[in-house]
């Protein structure tokens, strides 16, 4: 029996990453939001690694922060171990990872959705949404429960008709033995939507007593305090090291001679896996050379002896996943708790959205997260924080966020989800933004503070202290411009001292700092008289100036490809009908219906031959239409 149930601006469908980061902003936004979760206790839950953060991954998460995200201030509260990567290279690599506390994790994370003003949380199963002519109305839940709201966002992760498969053994369900989503699929397709099939999986947890830690290298974290969110103080606490060992060939033998078990080899695995996150049976037939894989064992929390198998992610049959374990030095006497397992799932090819994660075909539809072809946590709250924005910008008749590819890693996220689309789970790596050397994960709130500002995610406290930052940097730059340095004995000695070139007349402090080997505070040493600051702000008078000369070759480079960004496709344009056009780029046009010229320049299929007849049709038409170019 349908009842009515209410009536919302915003509904928010899942709870995972994506999910709880669409509902703050919705709400924060100051839309009446409603956040519906199968399950209360899995709010914020962490299925996979109990890590944030890592390569790019890293840079999404200072960037949603910058933004007036939680996924950064959640981490710092409580993370059992931090550490920075990559910090042999250049500034545009390094990268924060952290371990969480899985349960704690989880548990402030729904303490913020239960606190948040205008936010309802609930428990419910929804089975279909409603949709009228193409415009979308509501969700029913299993128990008939109709919300009525302006906008849905579709967070549902991995679980769209879930599929657990260890071995033999297949049966319906989400991840870690929850309950999966059956109903919703069918529905989402009798509205029009498209729907595919995509696998992921995860290794076994083993009991942290059962592990042999004398045949594995510790891997601690960092001793300095480090912190992902730029507001708060960072905190030294306990860290709880993780350890490295390696498979063995003994590893490799029993699992070669299991192939014919195996799920991803004897065609139960239908959906497409992550590329770049292979299952260790796909590891040994890839890389059939390699005598070893790394493997990490990664705590779970302060309060759990579980540990995760880092590199171990697997769909073997339990009897075999318990015999390769134990072919691991240091777990030859493992006791695994839970077996790792593949799921597979429904997702939505993202080519069906909009820029703003808005579905073209469905107004007021928005979605986000794996449901959108992607894997990661981070990569799920990246979007969650844009779909939030934009469906309270729908609900208030304002101009969507869209970030473009030189403004934020969230936006070569998105572009290349909806312009390119994928053909595996998508995961972000610095490699794919064009732009990296100006979007570091230390100048995020650089780039991005004022947008969410703007938006009202940032309040006016956490805005006064960035503009306060900025101003520092930009007047500390200016001292050093104006600082001369004498070439006097000391100086000289010093210079010596550290390898660097003596100065032969006067120099200006800022070329000094251009130096490679000379640091700010070799310069505090040499002055003596500087003023205090804060490391956040000499780190970026640091970057600022040693990098200065290419950082400003990718302001140049963006400059020239904003013409294209800037140059809006007409909504009158009918490929179809344009001459010297390919067949192919007519096709992908229409598909993906971009909504600028250099959008259309990065769809694979449309050639630069296909953009130069596009731009010669958009200003001949114009023209006869008497429009402008």
């Known amino acids: 029996m349908e009842y009515h149930a209410g009536d919302y601006d915003v509904i928010v469908i899942g709870t995972g990453h994506a999910g709880c980061e669409a509902a703050l902003a919705a709400a924060r936004m100051g839309c009446h939001t409603l956040v519906l979760t199968l399950n209360l206790e899995n709010v914020a839950f962490m299925p996979c690694n109990p890590a944030v953060g890592g390569p790019a991954k890293g840079h999404l998460v200072r960037e949603i922060d910058a933004l ?92 769209l008709k879930g599929k657990i498969i260890i071995g033999d053994t297949e049966y319906s369900g989400g991840p870690n033995g929850q309950e999966p989503s059956l109903k919703l699929t069918d529905s989402l397709r009798d509205v029009g939507l498209q729907l595919a099939r995509f696998k992921t999986g995860t290794p076994p947890r083993v009991h942290r007593d059962s592990v042999d830690f004398s045949k594995m290298a510790i891997q601690p974290g960092d001793e300095k305090a480090l912190g992902f969110s730029f507001i708060g103080q960072k905190v030294s606490r306990e860290q709880v090291p993780c350890w490295l060992t390696y498979t063995s060939e003994e590893t490799h033998k029993v699992i070669k001679e299991n192939l014919y078990r195996a799920p991803l080899y004897s065609g139960k695995i239908e959906g497409v896996g992550p590329r770049y996150c292979p299952s260790i049976e796909d590891k040994v037939v890839r890389f059939a050379d390699k005598p070893s894989h790394q493997i990490f064992l990664e705590p779970e929390g302060f309060d759990t002896k579980e540990m995760y198998v880092q590199g171990f ?50 107004s007021g539809l928005f979605s986000a997260g794996q449901i959108n072809g992607t894997s990661g946590y981070e990569e799920a709250a990246a979007q969650g924080i844009i779909a939030g924005i934009n469906a309270a910008c729908y609900v208030m008749g304002k101009e969507p966020l869209i970030l473009k590819r030189s403004d934020a890693y969230i936006g070569v996220l998105i572009d290349d989800l909806v312009t390119k689309g994928t053909n595996e789970p998508y995961r972000i790596m610095t490699s794919r933004a064009e732009y990296r050397l100006l979007l570091r994960q230390d100048n ?44 006097e004995n000391k100086v000289q000695e010093y210079l010596v001292k550290k ?49 200065e000369g290419y950082i400003k070759r990718q302001l140049e480079q963006v400059q020239r490809f904003a013409k294209m960004e800037n140059k809006k496709i007409p909504e009158w344009v009918e490929y179809e009908k344009i001459k010297g056009l390919s067949n192919e780029a007519k096709q992908k046009l229409v598909a993906i219906k971009p909504g600028s010229v250099g959008q259309a320049s990065r769809i694979s299929g449309v050639s630069p031959a296909d953009i130069s007849v596009l731009l010669v049709h958009i200003e001949q038409k114009s023209r006869n239409m008497g429009g402008e170019n």
């Open 68 to 159: 007036g995200g939680e996924m950064g201030i959640n981490i710092d509260n409580t993370n059992i171990q931090v550490k920075m990567l990559n910090t042999g290279k250049g500034p545009a690599v390094h990268a924060l990872r952290a371990q969480a506390d899985k349960k704690m994790y989880q548990a402030r994370m729904k303490d913020v959705l239960e606190s948040q003003e205008g936010l309802d949380l609930k428990q419910a199963m929804v089975e279909r949404v409603l949709v009228k002519g193409n415009k979308i109305e509501g969700i029913i839940t299993r128990n008939g429960a109709v919300f009525y709201s302006k906008t849905v966002i579709i967070t549902a992760g991995t679980f």
């Open 313 to 362: 992610a697997t769909s073997l049959p339990e009897d075999v996943q318990i015999k390769t374990i134990q072919t691991i030095p240091g777990m030859e006497k493992a006791k695994i708790m839970r077996m790792g397992y593949a799921i597979e799932y429904d997702y939505l090819p993202p080519t069906q959205l909009k820029l703003t994660l808005e579905s073209k075909l469905i």
């Open 444 to 487: 995020a709130d650089l780039r991005l503070t004022e947008i969410g500002y703007k938006m009202g995610l940032i309040n006016e406290d956490r805005y006064r202290m960035f503009i306060d930052k900025r101003s520092m940097i930009e007047d500390e730059k200016e001292r050093l411009c104006k600082t001369s340095v004498s070439a």
């Open 499 to 547: 390898g660097s070139t003596e100065i032969r007349q006067n120099t200006r402090a800022m070329e000094l700092l251009k130096r490679p080997e000379i640091e700010y505070k070799e310069l505090q040493q040499i002055l003596g008289d500087f003023p205090v600051l804060s490391d956040e702000v000499i780190e970026q008078v640091e970057i600022q100036v040693k990098y």
